[in-house]
Each structure stands twice: as C-alpha cells, then as structure tokens.
C-alpha cells in the first residue's frame, strides 16, 4: 500500500468511526506534510454544536496548532468527501495546494448532504441572495483597515503567514 493509499484509508475509518459515534456526519479528514500526519479528525457537528466542526476544518484547526502557525503550505489533505465550500475556502486560506478525496459532491447530496444551494447563493451578488445584508458603520469599520495599511510591513507579516 503506498503513502496515498494510507492516509485515505485513515481518513474514510475516521468517518466509518463517526457513524458509531455520532458524533457528527461520516466524514474524516487527514493532513500531513513530509510523509507524516499532522491531525486527523473527524465531523463533530453534533458533538460540539458546531456547524463549522466539519472534518477538514477540525483537521485544519488541528494542523496549525500542532505547528504553531495558520500557514499550511506544503501539507497534503485526504479527506473522504469532497470539501463543501466552507471547507474548500479555509483549504485555500490554510495554503494547502493538494487534496485527495473519496466520496463527490453528488455522492454527498445522494447520502443528504448536500450544499449546491450554498454554491448557488454564492454566485448572487450580495444583494440577491437569501440572507439579507446590510452594510452599517462603513466610516467606523474601515478605521481598522486605514490602520493595517499604514502598519509597518515587519509587523503585518507575522499576521499574514500566522505565525504570532
């Protein structure tokens, strides 16, 4: 069995292990850089009362604690379903450039989880789609941005790559 074939295989027992838990939906997650594995998580939606708690932001919370930083670059996701669009964004925000994954999107709509809605309100402009925004205090909240701007470059640094 080669490293690939490895890793997926922790991450689809990680979700076989959560239809007996129930702790959340059958889903696992594994991340690893230089052949090593970094976390492996499961869905804990239900077990934490958290509708963020899926398997690869859980794997990906992990991940950066345990290197103590937000920067993920070079590391390897095995996830046992495709990522939904939560979890697609924080893969991009974490710098993760490679994931494998078992089960589809459709096979996920097939088992009831489904998210086409979820892409379909993000191609709508803000305006149009089902929850209602209203921007508010624009002149208070772009303080913060006219201060990041004219923050030293060494100190934002250290922000942008997570390592404070």
Same mark, same amino acid.
């Not at 239809?19 to 976390?39: A, E, M, Y």
């Not at 979890?87 to 993760?96: E, R, V």
């Not at 209203?134 to 004219?150: M, Y």
């Given at each position: 069995m080669d490293e690939h074939q490895k890793f997926m295989h922790r991450a689809i027992a990680?979700?076989?292990?959560?239809?007996? %838990?129930?702790?959340?939906?059958?889903?696992?997650?594994?991340?690893?850089?230089?052949?090593? +594995?970094?976390? &492996?998580? /499961?869905?804990?939606?239900?077990?934490? =009362?958290?509708?963020?708690?899926? &398997?690869?932001?859980?794997?990906?919370r992990a991940a950066a604690r345990k290197i103590g930083k937000a920067d993920l670059s070079g590391c390897i996701l095995?996830? %046992?379903?495709?990522?939904?669009?939560? =979890?697609?964004?924080?893969?991009?925000?974490?710098?993760?450039?490679?994931?494998?994954?078992?089960?589809?999107k459709r096979d996920a709509e097939w088992a009831g989880f489904g998210d086409q $809605?979820? +892409?379909d309100e993000l191609h709508k402009k803000i305006e149009d789609q089902s929850i209602v925004f209203?921007?508010?205090? &624009?002149?208070? /909240?772009?303080?913060? $941005?006219?201060?990041?701007?004219?923050m030293p470059s060494e100190k934002k640094e250290n922000v942008k790559d997570g390592s404070l």
């Open positions: 990680l979700a076989e292990q959560n239809l007996k %838990s129930l702790n959340g939906g059958p889903f696992g997650s594994v991340i690893v850089r230089d052949g090593k +594995i970094l976390s &492996a998580e /499961s869905n804990s939606v239900t077990k934490d =009362c958290d509708p963020t708690a899926h &398997a690869e932001i859980n794997a990906i095995y996830t %046992s379903t495709e990522p939904c669009p939560m =979890c697609l964004s924080a893969i991009y925000w974490a710098n993760i450039s490679m994931v494998y994954y078992g089960n589809t $809605f979820i +892409i209203e921007r508010i205090f &624009a002149s208070d /909240s772009i303080k913060h $941005f006219e201060e990041w701007v004219n």
